[in-house]
């Protein structure tokens, strides 16, 4: 695989919409990098502006994910899919998040993408960060697709995190997406087989949050990279301020605040039971 066969970049926008809190909703520009994690030194070795564990305009660290102790992401997810009994997942993993940049960055979620050694998509990993330094993941099960299906996946897990202070830990979250390709993508933005479209709804009784990410697929490269950067400047510290901003509009708007309720112990990995999708209906 080439190193540009093994990246690609992720353009569009990010829209929260709090259905308890009226007139409270956001949209934010963004962009993504995907990175296959078999060749993740390759793309670093053959970019000028992408590095990997090491400083660079645009780069990721191992210890800012999964097991966040410094060592390589794909035997940790591995030993995750074993443990579900999902072993047969593994066989290609490719890792979705919003990159450091200029050294800062802060994914508030990100996605491991587990495929079979046929291609087929068997399994997600869902990452998700506080601001407050904790980390859990959701690792669930994906359906094989049967002939004249829909190709979008449907995902249950129940809530095992504090990630808002103004929310408990009750209900659990959707996720809702077409399977991503990632195929060298068409440069048409009509193009439907290259975006990637993800909803995440959380909820107890009552719809609480939705937040919808819409990204158009664009080929890796470094031109690619500084326009990016050029166009949306200093995104990762954008991201942590607009999510400190809308916390203190909640703060005014009285939504009550229920204080930072961490779980055994900061900075920790929370792993979670391997949850199946809930039955239709419920």
């Not at 669930?140 to 299906?149: K, Q, T």
């Amino acid at each position: 695989m080439s190193p540009h066969a093994a990246a690609l970049l992720h353009v569009g926008s990010v829209l929260h919409i709090r259905h308890a809190v009226r007139g409270h909703e956001f949209k934010n520009r963004i962009w993504m990098l995907s990175i296959d994690l078999d060749h993740i030194d390759d793309v670093a070795n053959a970019s000028r502006w992408f590095r990997h564990n090491r400083f660079g305009l645009v780069s990721l660290h191992d210890r800012d994910h999964g097991a966040r102790d410094g060592s390589p992401l794909k035997p940790w997810v591995t030993a995750q899919l074993e443990k579900a009994g999902l072993a047969d997942a593994a066989a290609c993993i490719r890792f979705m998040a919003i990159p450091r940049m200029a050294g800062y960055g802060f994914s508030p979620i990100a996605f491991f993408f587990c495929h079979d050694a046929e291609g087929r998509l068997r399994a997600v990993l869902h990452q998700v960060k506080s601001t407050f330094g904790e980390q859990c993941a959701y690792l669930l099960p994906v359906a094989d697709l049967e002939p004249g299906e829909p190709s979008a996946v449907s995902q249950y897990a129940a809530k095992t995190m504090i990630v808002s202070p103004f929310f408990d830990r009750q209900g659990g979250y959707r996720f809702a997406f077409n399977r991503p390709n990632f195929a060298t993508p068409d440069t048409s933005a009509s193009d439907k087989s290259s975006r990637f479209d993800i909803s995440i709804r959380y909820g107890a009784e009552a719809p609480r949050l939705t937040a919808v990410m819409s990204l158009h697929t664009r080929q890796f490269a470094d031109a690619v990279l500084l326009r990016l950067l050029g166009g949306m400047p200093l995104m990762t510290l954008k991201v942590i301020v607009m999510i400190h901003w809308q916390a203190f509009r909640l703060y005014l708007k009285r939504v009550p605040f229920l204080g930072v309720q961490r779980d055994a112990a900061p900075n920790h990995y929370v792993p979670s039971e391997t949850s199946f999708p809930r039955p239709q209906g419920s």
